[in-house]
């Protein structure tokens, strides 16, 4: 919740390859106050069932800068093992190993106090977009 001196974020994931929320990326929040100043790290969660995070920590008075970091490969390596046999044989090209060719996205964006600011994720194996939503 934003109040008049801070702001605040929030976050979902679709997957786009299947038209679904991702469920269980794991999210770290790190904030700083100033573009010269140190980042820290407030704190994470995991997406829920529909790809939300509703518990990212709150930011610190004198907020100025945040970044989302998504840790893609754990999500795409689970899903690459529970795939059936059809969606095997697509034409997409395969990624050796990690299941994902980016293995993390990191948003960084600038916040101003009394704002919210809901930053989605549109995420697929090869591809990601972002976007400030409402």
Known sequence: MSTATT???STHILDTSIGRPAEGVAIT??????????WVTLGGSKTD????CKDLPALPEGT???R?????ET?????SKSKTEAEAQQDAPRVRDSG????????TFA???GEHFHVPLLLNPFGYSVYRGS
């Open 64 to 66: 100025t800068h945040v």
């Open 75 to 79: 999500y795409f390596a689970s899903k």
């Open 111 to 113: 916040v101003v106090p």
């Open 49 to 52: 069932a529909d790809g939300r």
């Open 29 to 38: 929040l790190t904030a700083r106050s100033g573009s010269d100043a140190q």
């Open 7 to 9: 702001a605040s974020v």
């Open 100 to 107: 994902a060719f980016f293995p993390e996205v990191a948003i």
């Open 68 to 72: 989302l970091d998504f840790e893609t």
